[in-house]
T-cell receptor, first 113, second 113 residues
Framework: DAGITQSPRHKVTETGTPVTLRCHQT?????MYWYRQDPGHGLRLIHY???????DKGEVSDGYSVSRSKTEDFLLTLESATSSQTSVYFC????????????FGPGTRLTVT | QKEVEQDPGPLSVPEGAIVSLNCTYS??????FMWYRQYSRKGPELLMY????GNKEDGRFTAQVDKSSKYISLFIRDSQPSDSATYLC?????????????FGKGTKLSVKP
């Protein structure tokens, strides 16, 4: 258990509202990732971070932004939530430069109505 | 053609059976190959990883990579009801540190007592 928590665990919000999801880790891992998981698509990378204030886009970054002001926290913001962003969101971390040994959080189930 | 293909199942086997899970891929530059296990409503957890070709064994689990055929497998011996989960393959060119870990959609496995 890599000590990754996500908050909130469940959220229902309305279309057009901003939403921020938080990922917190206690392992001092350098690399952090945000994924979404949808039926028929599997896990897809939204954004990732390779250090404090260092972030980059993933495969499905449109409509999302991230920030990392501390090693332990990685925030994912939906600027204006849409129904297509209804999904389960997972945060992951890794310490190795290779990045393949990723530890996942418990997930946040987001519903946009 | 998707980069990573994985039969979604579901796959149902009796307890004690040998299970074979597979993925095919199209990118010949993939060098790192991983298998994750995901229980229902939980985050994925890393089971095994392999670099380049060959076999790797860990207890009841064996991972095989055939780069010439672009095909990877996970074998589970003496399967147990506790192995019931969704199994995700993942792969990358450089280990994933730059955010480019590509996941299959997962195969749902059910092991019946």
């Amino acid at each position: 258990d890599a000590g990754i928590t996500q908050s909130p665990r469940h959220k229902v919000t309305e279309t057009g509202t901003p939403v921020t999801l938080r990922c917190h880790q206690t392992e001092n891992h350098r690399y952090m990732y945000w994924y979404r998981q949808d039926p028929g698509h599997g896990l897809r990378l939204i954004h990732y971070s390779y250090g404090v204030k260092d972030t980059d886009k993933g495969e499905v970054s449109d409509g999302y932004s991230v920030s990392r002001s501390k090693t332990e926290d990685f925030l994912l913001t939906l600027e204006s939530a849409t129904s297509s962003q209804t999904s389960v969101y997972f945060c992951a971390t890794s310490i190795l430069a290779g990045g393949y040994e990723q530890y996942f959080g418990p997930g946040t189930r987001l519903t946009v109505t | 053609q998707k980069e990573v293909e994985q039969d979604p199942g579901p796959l149902s086997v009796p307890e004690g059976a040998i299970v074979s899970l597979n993925c095919t891929y199209s990118n010949s530059a993939f060098q790192y190959f991983m298998w994750y296990r995901q229980y229902s409503r939980k985050g994925p957890e890393l089971l095994m990883y392999t670099y380049s070709s060959g076999n790797k064994e860990d207890g009841r689990f064996t991972a095989q990579v055939d780069k010439s055929s672009k095909y990877i497998s996970l074998f589970i011996r003496d399967s147990q009801p506790s192995d019931s989960a969704t199994y995700l393959c993942a792969m990358s060119e450089d280990g994933g540190s730059q955010g480019n870990l590509i996941f299959g959609k997962g195969t749902k496995l059910s092991v019946k007592p």
